[in-house]
């Protein structure tokens, strides 16, 4: 019993500390890369920091209703994060439907919070965009307790990458770094997507109930 109790206090504290570790890790991302931080300021706040940010082009918004979700996307004039130069900054914050349990058919709902750095096709504009990966999986990757790395491939080829960040006992991943060499529209990309859960008007991991 008491050996028992043991293990289920290492298993909570582990919990606990990868959890805050996830945590900071997610609020400094935010601070680098994102003009408008959901971490630091309440939901109705950051919202409206977000939407009516001057810096912002392009913009495009659906509000929530009883049958769709919050999706807002822009594009920012000057902005810009990266270590290389963008043609072209976008941000996009959307609702996603999330399920829980199947047979007992419980949903629940994050926000996706993407920033995107665009350049244009030429001699450096892949090794910008995969040179940015590689600095932010190297900066991040031992802030998370696991990781999955996907490539996108074309026969040989690579054109892309994918990084899952994982917390400890859950299956959602709360960041996501990518970079891809679109050839439809002849440009390169990086990517890093956030992953967050509302809870008191606050920015959270959105860690699953089913996380144990």
């Given at each position: ?76 004039k000057n902005f810009n994060p990266f270590f290389f130069k963008p043609d072209r900054t976008v941000v996009i914050l959307s609702e ?117």
């Amino acid at each position: 019993m008491k050996r028992m109790k043991k293990i289920i206090f290492i298993t909570g504290f582990s919990f606990f500390i990868n959890n805050c570790f996830a945590q900071q890790a997610l609020e400094q991302v935010a601070k680098s890369y994102y003009r408008c931080d959901p971490f630091k300021q309440e939901t109705g706040s950051f919202l409206k920091q977000l939407i009516n940010d001057p810096t912002l082009i392009n913009t495009t918004i659906f509000r929530r209703t009883d049958t769709s979700l919050f999706y807002f996307k822009g594009e920012y004039k000057n902005f810009n994060p990266f270590f290389f130069k963008p043609d072209r900054t976008v941000v996009i914050l959307s609702e996603k439907e999330l399920l829980l349990n199947d047979s007992l058919n419980l949903t629940d709902t994050i926000f996706t919070y993407q920033i995107a750095g665009y350049i244009g096709e030429g001699k450096n504009s892949v090794h910008d965009v995969k040179q940015e990966f590689k600095k932010f999986d190297h900066k991040y990757l031992k802030k998370f307790s696991s990781s999955e790395l996907s490539e996108l491939r074309s026969g040989d080829l690579v054109y892309g990458a994918i990084r899952n960040y994982y917390v400890a006992f859950t299956n959602l991943s709360p960041l996501t770094a990518a970079w891809q060499e679109i050839s439809s529209t002849h440009e390169s990309v990086f990517v890093i997507t956030l992953r967050f859960k509302m809870y008191d008007n606050v920015a959270v991991l959105p860690i699953t109930t089913d996380g144990f």
